[in-house]
């Protein structure tokens, strides 16, 4: 059994089961806490909800949850959704402050409301009404961080085309009288412990599918801005006739292309879901191929994929998996393509 946990080729068919969970990076107490759910009897909503937001509370990495990714103000704001592959039904909450539970309001935004997503102060206001309390998402490691970035005169950050030059200054920033613009500088290193979001996909045993994300989006971005995670089909998209899928990395780039959505279509019309995520992976290559990202994917009798796109620093992807077939939640890695 155990033999699961070490390399996984990447392509090769896995062994089918139900229920399954899995979820991105190596977040064990998330994947635990989800198996934990379902063992009791819990609803994959339930365990998709209960698994990101014991990432929110571990604060998995220092990018889910409170207390880490401070923005260009020096606050942390949590983007989070959840998906219901019977009904197609998602709520997501986006640029939310002061509340730590952001999946958890994402799941009372379906029970509560006709919307979808609600963002920023508002969505923090709908929070409370719903019983949530407001907490400070600040910690000394966030304040460090932001007061780091401060002292390297804002470096790296996410502005381009303005004047005073960004890559020199913490501005505040404008646009010149007369753009020139130059070729993106891909400056934000990424590496194993700068990644975005938990990304969950539960299949039940009836091959019932939910989804979620959670995350407190890029390090440093500009107040305001919302990445993949909270995007139905680019953070993560259920569908019970089909399958699931989660992505992470590069939000700004991978939403542009859907990948979850594009990854579930792949596998109802039958594609393995490791070659499902492949597919979705290489097509977002042909448009910027030193992109950081990696995807999960599970169809609905229980086999699962993952994929990565292969840059310095980053040539493995590392993920969770529970199912029957597995003695405990497991790690498996896939290498990056």
């Not at 019983?131 to 804002?154: A, H, I, M, R, V």
């Not at 569908?239 to 992470?248: L, N, P």
């Not at 969770?320 to 498996?332: A, C, D, H, Y």
Request: net charge negative; aromatic share 8%.
């Amino acid at each position: 059994l155990l033999s699961l946990a070490v390399l996984t080729p990447v392509g090769a068919a896995s062994a089918a089961a139900l229920p399954v969970v899995i979820n991105t990076w190596a977040f064990r107490t998330a994947a635990e806490t989800a198996w934990r759910v379902l063992e009791l009897g819990g609803s994959e909503l339930d365990a998709v909800e209960r698994g990101c937001g014991q990432c929110e509370i571990d604060q998995c990495d220092g990018s889910v949850g409170y207390g880490g990714s401070p923005d260009e103000s020096g606050e942390t704001t949590l983007d989070a959704m959840i998906m219901d592959g019977n009904t197609m039904e998602v709520g997501a909450v986006a640029d939310l402050r002061r509340v730590k539970n952001a999946i958890g309001v994402a799941r009372k935004v379906i029970e509560y409301t006709k919307h979808t997503l609600l963002v920023g102060e508002s969505a923090s206001l709908f929070a409370v009404r719903m019983g949530f309390p407001y907490e400070d998402l600040t910690t000394q490691k966030s304040l460090s961080l932001y007061s780091e970035w401060l002292n390297q005169s804002c470096q790296p950050n996410y502005w381009k085309n303005v004047v005073p030059d960004s890559s020199k200054s913490c501005g505040p920033y404008k646009r010149p009288a007369e753009v020139t613009y130059k070729e993106e500088q891909t400056s934000l290193q990424r590496n194993l412990h700068n990644h975005d979001t938990i990304g969950m996909v539960v299949i039940g045993a009836s091959g019932t599918v939910a989804s979620g994300t959670s995350t407190n989006g890029a390090i440093h971005k500009i107040p305001g801005r919302v990445g993949d995670s909270p995007i139905a089909g680019a953070g993560s998209y259920a569908d019970s006739t089909a399958g699931g899928a989660a992505a992470t990395g590069d939000g700004d780039i991978m939403m542009r292309f859907l990948p979850s959505y594009q990854a579930v279509e792949y596998m109802r019309m039958g594609t393995d879901p490791a070659v499902a995520c492949q597919k979705v992976i290489s097509r977002i290559q042909k448009y910027a191929p030193k992109f950081f990202g990696a995807i999960i994917c599970a169809n609905t009798t229980g086999s699962y994929g993952a994929a990565c796109n292969k840059i310095p620093g980053f040539t493995q992807f590392h993920f969770m998996v529970s199912s029957p077939l597995l003695s405990r939640p497991t790690e498996q890695v896939v290498d990056c393509i």
